[in-house]
């Protein structure tokens, strides 16, 4: 395993990400070292990991608190060591794949992937997108520690704001944070139609074109939790959560 630590000096300590930790997993050396050295200059200590058991040995031991990961590993493969970290401990992941195959993206979002990019991709969105998970993070352990009273009813669809737990037909489902910020996002205007630049801007915390793949590859995540029939898809706008009708 090849491991980094940045050094904690009054430099790092002033930047946007000081104090934040950040597990690479990428057998790719160079792909690493251009993550690592972008995640340094944006102050996060990084350490990497280039196979499946050493990821899972240093997530377990060094408790990051994002992972960038990529799908393709030696040892088993980046789908097996979310399935693992995440039954450790919740974590926020970013996946990396080589394809833009849709069913890899589904299956990552599955196993408690939050988002991922297709290679290649720019340093500096990358770097973009990990501030923003970690800042999703952060408003939903504000959100978990400032209770909302009472519980969103749409028909079979329970949404409780407090505990951020979702149900459907009183069963619970297991949603993402970003799934359940996704959702909460629809449920706040049910049936009106959000187009995926406003899902990206509210859920995401960022405005970019490139990114509404990212959206519609969470919605069709949602859809297989909560029931396709419950998010209305308006072509070449966005999404609308359906509810009964009075």
Not at 78 to 94: I, K, S
Not at 154 to 177: C, K, M
Not at 197 to 204: D, G, I
Request: include cysteine.
């Amino acid at each position: 395993m090849e491991q980094t630590h940045t050094s904690h000096n009054g430099t790092a300590a002033a930047t946007p990400g000081a104090q934040r930790r950040v597990l690479v997993v990428e057998d790719d050396a160079t792909i690493v070292d251009a993550i690592a050295t972008r995640l340094r200059a944006e102050g996060f200590l990084v350490q990497t990991a280039g196979d499946g058991p050493s990821a899972v040995d240093t997530a377990e031991a060094w408790q990051p608190d994002l992972l960038i990961l990529d799908i393709m590993l030696p040892g088993f493969d980046g789908l097996e060591v979310c399935r693992r970290v995440q039954a450790q401990r919740p974590v926020p992941v970013m996946m990396l794949t080589a394809r833009d195959d849709e069913t890899d993206m589904l299956v990552g979002l599955g196993v408690g992937a939050d988002d991922y990019m297709t290679k290649p991709f720019s340093m500096r969105e990358l770097a973009a997108r990990v501030h923003v998970l970690l800042r999703r993070m952060e408003r939903a352990a504000l959100a978990a520690s400032t209770p909302r009273s009472g519980i969103l009813r749409l028909g079979e669809l329970e949404i409780d704001h407090a505990q951020r737990r979702v149900r459907v037909r009183s069963e619970d489902v297991h949603l993402t944070p970003t799934e359940f910020d996704l959702l909460v996002c629809l449920a706040n205007t049910p049936r009106a139609v959000l187009s995926r630049e406003q899902l990206l801007a509210e859920v995401w915390d960022w405005a970019d074109a490139s990114g509404t793949r990212t959206v519609d590859s969470h919605i069709k995540a949602l859809r297989r939790k909560i029931g396709a029939e419950r998010i209305r898809t308006v072509h070449g706008v966005g999404y609308a959560l359906e509810t009964p009708t009075p």
